[in-house]
């Protein structure tokens, strides 16, 4: 009997440390019975035991020939042919056990297995054996989308032919019509490479045919069925499938009315779990179930190593995201756990997809049954993972919220035209439901958060308008906004359960899978009751404060935590909670002092309160650390402004109530107190200032305001030419408070730039918006910034690309006079004939200094030619000109062309006819090369000419025309820098831009 064990077949493929489980030592045991009973025996002999032990042990017999079937080729036909023979049930034994057995060892099958099983299946189907669609069912699981391995292809393959071969057996099992349209067209998607493409193509065909022929049972699919149909449009035979659903319907069925049949239907619950393997399915359900929250990481890895690790595997997180959405149900007692969430899960298959294209299924997965929800037919269950992975995400990985948002903002004009208002409005019956069953108490703090993108923020603000209507969410419980009427109100006081799918699956399991879980109320699902997870001692005070709100509440719970003290994070967690339900800090333009009163009616400002007083310093540790992890967290991100808003107030108050005037004036704003929480914080001021100012911006731009003038007082040093915090401060202004912040500054009251490195932060502010610019130059203007402060950006403004600085560098120009430095900078400036920069600015200041430019001008030409001068040796070289260098010789002549081109429009060639302009011209074309004597030949004329037109424009200021200078071809670099004549005395500036000041 050990010889006989020892050398009996093998199902599995076993490694040589791994010991035999109950089912191999199962199926060995009933091999060697069967063996037992037919060895060294007769066919008549062996037919007759077997007759006498299925009497007695049906199973035993059974299972014994099963296993000599799938593993003996050899013996396969005529073991067939008895086992039909003897058994005294239909096979239905046999058919049980094969299908467990496909379930539960399918993977670790010897190749020979394999084949077997394929060889059975077709003796089963050829003689119509009932209750083997059943095992079709289940061995189609294992034809895995993202796999294209030899072993999973010839799997594919395989079952095609044998569904092919047996048409007719097949065309009278329509439950097993559906999954094999489904399986397939899951399959066709993945197989788009040259060596699968004579595969993809009986593919193509056999599942059309099913589809046109089977309409009316394949409408039973339901929306998951369009989602696969869209992956293969492309495909010609399904591109003119989809030119019939759409514009001829009732050519597939009688019954089919449109595409909006099949998306309001919901796909049966069997069919998405049909697209993972039995292995991956208990995978999943094992971490969804069993592993604790913060334990899931390893796992997580080792799951990725054995499904996720090919480029093929990508397409297969839609089939997953879309398994744990419709098939993994948790209970209440699951859901209140510390187990895994389903949000966590699909989280993270998202944030490990690397194709653009998976990412895009994998997002239209999560959010599918969003698109046409009603909520007496849908289960809440299929879209509460969505709402909080863009919930919980928006903490740590606020992009994947970010994505997410903008996908379900896009996908409503844009799934299918015709339908965007049924798309909006299935969507805005999923928030409404969400709002009604308390998956999450607002939508706000979502949907307005400061943690995305401003234009991502617009966009989500103006398609769903009527969930931001307020802070408290009371639009997304019905508030409509006027123009929204037709959107009727959805739901109902109590949620109904859709009706069962009718399906009569001969042989196949009872499907359950139809809401067999009760639709009931959803509970907050990050941690169990907010005051239960403090001590008892503490417990009263924390309910105290959920229920109050105010700073005598939040100031009652720190003096308790003094004596026993309770986790921090808990202790984060009730101020997060209290100040995710409360409104955003905002205020009025001139706010009153009831309005500020009613504002600082907040817990957080008790917690601030207890940290800019210094008495109990047990207390305010607790504050700090708390601030700390707020922050750190991103729990609460608007603590700094909080702080500064605070301390504006406090100094606004003791102002006030300070009588005496000296005194009054000795009122200081307490700074250090903000630059000490950042020191806790370990981030520098400057920077805390701009991320603050960014936080508060999203929050309200009246406070960002309102608190610009004490920030660059207090804080000059690190405010003044941060770009960053400078970037924010103009983002959110608008004409009145830019009118504000100009009057402050005429009045002295603010100075927000220093002459330090300006240039660096106006190259930056180049890539902002035009109003942000325009905002920018203005405040520049108002500190009275002189134009040598800007020279050297006028050569790097483009005239296409910076017409809003270069706009307020030449109106800046119209109020100063001609000197050497500004137009050496102007024709520093590339020469192009749309820019009319330099031709602008040179024929306005010759309505009043034509003489001077044109003896600017002479200098600027003549000295582009070294080679007149003696001092040529001191020049630096060609790898060594500095930043400030003058302009080339080509520029110069470049830009003069221009205004001789714009001289000879308006008939007025006066500036040319100038003595030094004329010595220039000539000095120049002596020492030019032959190209540009070419290329500038009509310039150079102007020179040779004996008379010119001599009409003068009329000048405003005839005095002001300047004697030529006498030492105009003086080889002397200063003869650049200096002045032909004294200028006359401009007009007092203030130097708002001082240091010293």
């Given amino acids: 009997m050990e010889q006989n064990k020892a050398n009996s077949p093998k199902l599995f493929v076993v490694t040589a440390i791994e010991n035999k489980d109950e089912i191999e030592e199962r199926y060995e045991r009933a091999y060697i019975f069967f063996q037992s009973l037919v060895a060294d025996c007769s066919e008549k002999e062996a037919h007759d035991a077997l007759n006498n032990a299925v009497c007695k042990n049906h199973e035993d017999v059974s299972l014994g020939m099963l296993m000599s079937i799938l593993t003996e080729p050899h013996n396969a036909t005529k073991c067939y042919r008895d086992l039909t023979l003897i058994s005294r049930d239909g096979l239905t034994c046999v058919l049980n056990n094969l299908s467990n057995l496909i379930l539960e060892r399918y993977l670790k099958f010897h190749d020979t297995t394999r084949n077997q099983l394929l060889w059975l299946l077709k003796e089963m189907i050829r003689n119509a054996v009932t209750g083997v669609d059943s095992v079709c069912w289940n061995l189609m699981r294992y034809a895995s989308g993202g796999d294209i391995t030899p072993k999973n292809i010839f799997l594919v393959e395989s079952l095609l032919d044998i569904y092919i071969d047996n048409r007719m057996w097949l065309d009278k099992y329509p439950v097993l019509i559906c999954m094999v349209v489904y399986t397939y067209l899951r399959l066709i998607e993945d197989h788009n490479i040259q060596q699968l493409m004579a595969l993809r193509q009986k593919e193509v065909n056999f599942v059309i045919a099913l589809i046109r022929e089977h309409f009316t049972e394949v409408l039973t699919l339901g929306r998951d069925l369009v989602r696969l149909l869209q992956n293969v449009a492309r495909i010609p035979e399904f591109n003119q499938l989809w030119q019939d659903i759409l514009t001829n319907p009732k050519s597939l069925s009688p019954t089919f009315t449109n595409v909006l049949q099949l998306l309001q239907t919901r796909t049966s619950r069997r069919y998405l779990q049909s697209r993972l393997t039995p292995d991956m399915e208990r995978k999943l359900v094992f971490l969804t179930s069993q592993v604790r929250f913060g334990h899931h990481k390893k796992y997580q890895e080792w799951f990725q190593r054995q499904y996720l690790a090919t480029p093929e595997s990508q397409s297969l997180r839609s089939d997953m995201i879309r398994f744990i959405v419709g098939v993994i149900h948790p209970t209440n007692e699951l859901l209140c756990s510390d187990i895994i969430p389903r949000w966590a899960v699909i989280g993270w298959l998202l944030t490990t997809c690397t194709s653009n294209v998976a990412a895009s299924n994998a997002k239209l997965a999560l959010f599918y049954d ?49 339908f965007a208002d049924k798309v909006k409005q299935g969507i805005f019956n999923s928030l409404q439901q969400i709002i009604e069953k308390r998956v999450l108490p607002n939508l706000q703090p979502l949907f307005d958060s400061p943690k995305l993108d401003r234009e991502l923020r617009t966009t989500v603000r103006e398609t769903f308008k009527e969930f931001c209507t307020n802070g408290n969410g009371e639009g997304a419980s019905g508030i409509r906004d006027e123009g929204n009427e037709e959107l009727p109100r959805v739901g109902s006081d109590e949620p109904a359960f859709s009706d069962d799918e009718e399906e009569i699956a001969p042989n196949i399991a009872d499907d359950t899978d139809d809401d067999d879980l009760p639709l009931s109320e959803v509970r907050a699902r990050e941690r169990p009751e907010i005051a239960a997870a403090f001590p008892l001692v503490l417990r009263p005070y924390a309910e105290t404060l959920l229920d109050e709100r105010t700073p005598a509440a939040a100031n009652a719970l720190i003096n308790a935590c003094t004596n026993t003290m309770p986790p921090l994070s808990v202790l984060a967690d009730i101020f997060a909670a209290i100040h995710q339900d409360s409104p955003r800090l905002r205020i009025s333009r001139t706010p009153t002092n009831a309005e500020i009163e009613v504002v600082l009616n907040s817990p957080l400002f008790g917690l601030i309160n207890i940290f800019i007083s210094a008495g109990d310093d047990a207390k305010r540790k607790i504050v700090i650390d708390l601030f700390k992890d707020l922050r750190t967290t991103a729990l609460i991100d608007c603590i700094g402004y909080y702080i500064l808003f605070y301390l504006r107030v406090c100094y606004e108050r003791e102002k006030k109530a300070e009588r005496d005037s000296v005194k009054r004036k000795n009122v200081k704003f307490k700074a250090d107190i903000y630059k000490e929480y950042c020191n806790v914080l370990h981030v520098k001021v400057a920077d805390n200032l701009a991320y603050d100012t960014a936080r508060c911006l999203d929050g309200s731009a009246q406070l960002v305001g309102w608190l610009i003038p004490d920030i660059y007082r207090e804080f000059k040093d690190q405010a003044q030419n941060h770009i960053d915090l400078l970037h924010t401060i103009v983002c959110g202004l608008d004409s009145w408070q830019l009118q504000r912040l100009v009057c402050l500054t005429l009045q002295g009251n603010l100075m927000m730039f220093k002459s330090d490195d300006i240039i660096t932060m106006l190259s930056t502010s180049l890539d902002w918006e035009t109003f942000e610019q325009y905002c920018l130059w203005q405040l520049l203007t108002a500190h009275d910034i002189s134009v040598e402060d800007v020279l050297p950006i006028i050569p790097k403004l483009s005239f296409k690309l910076n017409a809003e600085a270069l706009t307020s560098v030449v109106l800046m120009l119209k109020q100063e006079r001609p000197t050497a430095d500004v137009l050496r900078q102007m024709f520093c400036r590339t020469v192009d004939e749309a820019d009319t920069f330099v031709v602008s600015t040179i024929m306005y200041w010759c309505q009043d200094y034509e003489d001077k430019v044109g003896d600017l001008l002479a200098v600027l030409l003549s000295t582009r030619y070294p080679g007149t001068s003696p001092n040529k040796r001191k020049r630096p070289g060609k790898h060594t000109i500095p930043p400030n ?113």
């Avoid at 698109?371 to 990985?397: G, Q, T």
């Avoid at 060639?909 to 003595?915: D, L, Q, R, T």
């Avoid at 005095?959 to 002397?972: E, F, G, T, V, W």
């Fill in 885 to 997: 260098a003058p302009p080339t010789a080509e520029s110069v002549l470049g830009h003069l062309e221009q205004i001789r081109v714009y001289c000879v429009e308006q008939d007025d060639m006066s500036i040319f006819n100038m003595e030094c302009m004329q010595k220039a011209l000539q000095q120049s074309q002596s020492n030019s090369s032959d190209s540009l004597r070419k290329q500038y030949s009509e310039l150079f004329s102007l020179a040779w000419e004996d008379e010119l037109p001599i009409a003068r424009r009329a000048r405003k200021l005839v005095s002001n025309s300047l004697p030529i200078n006498q030492n105009l071809h003086s080889s002397n670099e200063d003869s650049e820098e200096e002045e032909i004549v004294k200028p006359k005395q401009a007009k007092r500036r203030k130097k708002a831009i001082s240091d010293s000041d």
């Fill in 370 to 418: 969003w698109l046409f929800y009603e909520p007496d037919k849908d289960n809440i269950m299929n879209i509460e993972p969505a709402i909080l992975v863009m919930h919980h995400s928006m903490r740590s990985h606020p992009a994947v919220t970010a994505t997410l948002l903008d996908f379900l903002c896009r996908i409503i004009p844009n799934f299918y035209p015709p």
